[in-house]
């Protein structure tokens, strides 16, 4: 950890082991006002180039300072840390960054006491679990996990190890998400009976065409936990620019927007209904799973979930949001808005009994958390039971419609041994968590 303004640290590359010993990485709890905080990046792509920005323009407040990045692809590394290099230039301090390629060096030697997350869902849990093991507070990218064991093993480590986590879940942090859900929490609309949510649909080819994988990329790496297949650019992503990439309609690595979408919008629902710790009891969804060369998520879906209190989330297609029924009225919110059967609802007064955390920026709140020693806005547990909603509907989807039962008190598919299976997925060595 640095107390100077500017770094005298070589601009390096890490690709193998072959480096020097690893440095101290101070426990949880240690900084403050007066001990700078060093953060690195995992996954140099368009989510991770956004939360690192977002990041950077908080780190004067929190006396936080960016010194690594890591890819698997070194020229998106490469340029992240040069894009970092110059936004420091511009404040007149010279920082210069370490660019490693692989996580594990990242995580042994980088010596960063912080971490944002943006890799592949199917990398997030190993990243993020090998992340927690040394001790670092992170910033994780939604959804939390691919699957719902990876999950549960994700909290155990981040609680044995009392580190920060946040979770990518942003809406948390808008006055456009929370205030319905106070809303909804306090009484607003009478007795509430139907949640419909709604997520965008994915469309477009993956165009399976093999190449030579690049000499930048370390494409084993990539593939991580999942089988190992043939290179195609469709399948990882762009080499030329940060636009969005295939893996995202890739079943093996992504589950669609069922997740990619669905974390965001189950969750504001999960929120409102004062489910952080639990879930609904009953899930059964359809999918449409047309031939679209490599691509082979959902396109359109629906879906059903029953709460123990009787209140049912309907999910579909469509503009993304989340509207709340209840005998008194309804409410309707989206990023940047929010709608109701009469506006004046908006201008209730919430007792501060039922008032809920408020964070008005999302890594603002990772950073605070992180010398607070407090929970930010999106744990680790409210991820994994939002995540968990996800994964349920997507288990149905595959298992074509099939209603499941839930013990969000378990985390088991009850009576159902062949949809239980599907709580995880049989991971490639060594990539086991």
Not at 86 to 113: I, M, P
Not at 166 to 181: D, E, L, T, W
Request: net charge neutral; aromatic share 8%; with cysteine.
């Amino acid at each position: 950890m640095k107390n100077s303004t500017s770094f005298s640290r070589k601009h390096f590359l890490v690709a193998s082991a072959g480096v020097a010993a690893a440095p101290l990485i101070l426990p949880s709890g240690v900084y403050g006002a007066e001990q700078e905080l060093e953060i690195g990046l995992i996954g140099c792509g368009r989510m991770g180039r956004g939360n690192i920005m977002s990041v950077f323009g908080q780190g004067k407040k929190y006396n936080a300072v960016i010194t690594a990045v890591c890819d698997v692809d070194l020229k998106r590394a490469r340029a992240m840390a040069e894009e970092l290099e110059k936004k420091y230039a511009e404040q007149g301090r010279t920082v210069h960054l370490q660019v490693w390629q692989d996580f594990r060096e990242f995580v042994a030697k980088s010596g960063v006491n912080a971490v944002v997350i943006a890799t592949p869902d199917h990398n997030h849990a190993i990243n993020a679990i090998a992340c927690a093991e040394a001790g670092m507070d992170i910033y994780l990218q939604k959804p939390l996990t691919y699957s719902v064991v990876e999950g549960q093993k994700l909290i155990e480590v981040v609680r044995r190890k009392k580190v920060i986590l946040q979770v990518g879940a942003q809406q948390r942090s808008s006055i456009y998400f929370r205030k319905p859900a106070e809303l909804v929490r306090n009484g607003a609309l009478g007795k509430l009976h139907t949640i419909e949510v709604e997520v965008p649909t994915d469309n477009g080819t993956g165009d399976p065409s093999q190449s030579p994988v690049p000499g930048n990329l370390d494409y084993d790496l990539w593939i991580g936990p999942t089988p190992l297949q043939p290179y195609a650019e469709r399948r990882v992503h762009p080499q030329h620019d940060l636009s969005r990439p295939g893996w995202l309609q890739i079943e093996a690595y992504c589950r669609g927007m069922i997740t990619g979408w669905g974390s965001h919008m189950y969750d504001i629902a999960q929120w409102a209904l004062d489910m952080d710790g639990s879930g609904p009891v009953e899930v059964s969804a359809k999918g449409d799973f047309p031939q679209r060369g490599l691509f082979d998520v959902h396109v359109g879906y629906s879906g059903e979930a029953t709460y123990a209190n009787g209140v049912k989330v309907v999910s579909r297609n469509g503009k993304p949001g989340v509207k709340f029924i209840g005998e008194d009225g309804w409410i309707r919110c989206w990023r940047g808005g929010f709608e109701a059967h009469d506006r004046e609802i908006f201008r209730q007064e919430i007792p501060e009994s039922g008032k809920l955390y408020e964070s008005k920026h999302h890594e603002a709140d990772w950073l605070q958390a992180i010398q607070s020693r407090k929970d930010p806005v999106s744990t680790v547990e409210i991820g994994h039971r939002s995540n968990t909603v996800c994964v349920l509907h997507h288990i149905s989807m595959k298992l074509d419609g099939r209603k499941l039962k839930w013990d969000p008190v378990k985390e088991q598919i009850t009576g159902d041994p062949e949809a239980n299976a599907l709580l995880d997925f049989e991971h490639r060595k060594p990539w086991t968590v």
